[in-house]
């Protein structure tokens, strides 16, 4: 059974940093394209960032150039966000998905697969 569970999330000041984990379990994420999603409260879903089977290319929301990195490691079969300079518009759960296409995207109606997510919250 295919399964993603993130882990890394909590409560963190205004400029702090988090490392956000994305694992998979049943499968193997070599030839899957991972993408992180975050949903505020009484926001759409949004589209963070993505990386593609190869970890060749990678995509970010404008909202988060800059200062989110996206990385994987096959090996571990984990997928990475490292979060810094958050700020509190950065708050919300924040989700994995992967889906066996080789390119990166932030559309989320490309993944067929999803974690449960893991909550951001970044206040003082």
């Known amino acids: 059974q295919l399964q993603l569970v993130e882990s890394g999330g909590g409560l963190v000041q205004p400029g702090g940093s988090l490392r956000l984990s994305c694992a998979a379990s049943?499968?193997?994420?070599?030839?899957?394209?991972i993408g992180w999603f975050r949903q505020a409260p009484g926001k759409e879903r949004e589209g963070v960032s993505c990386i593609s089977s190869s970890g060749g290319s990678t995509n970010y929301a404008d909202s988060v150039k800059g200062r989110f990195t996206i990385s994987r490691d096959n090996a571990k079969n984990t997928v990475y966000l490292q979060m810094n300079s958050l700020k509190p518009e950065d708050t919300a759960i924040y989700s994995c998905?992967?889906?066996?296409?080789?390119?990166?995207?932030?559309?989320?109606?490309?993944?067929?697969?999803w974690g449960q997510g893991t909550q951001v919250t970044v206040s003082s």
């Open positions: 998905a992967a889906d066996p296409m080789p390119r990166c995207s932030l559309r989320d109606w490309e993944y067929d697969n």
């Open positions: 049943g499968f193997t994420l070599d030839y899957y394209a």
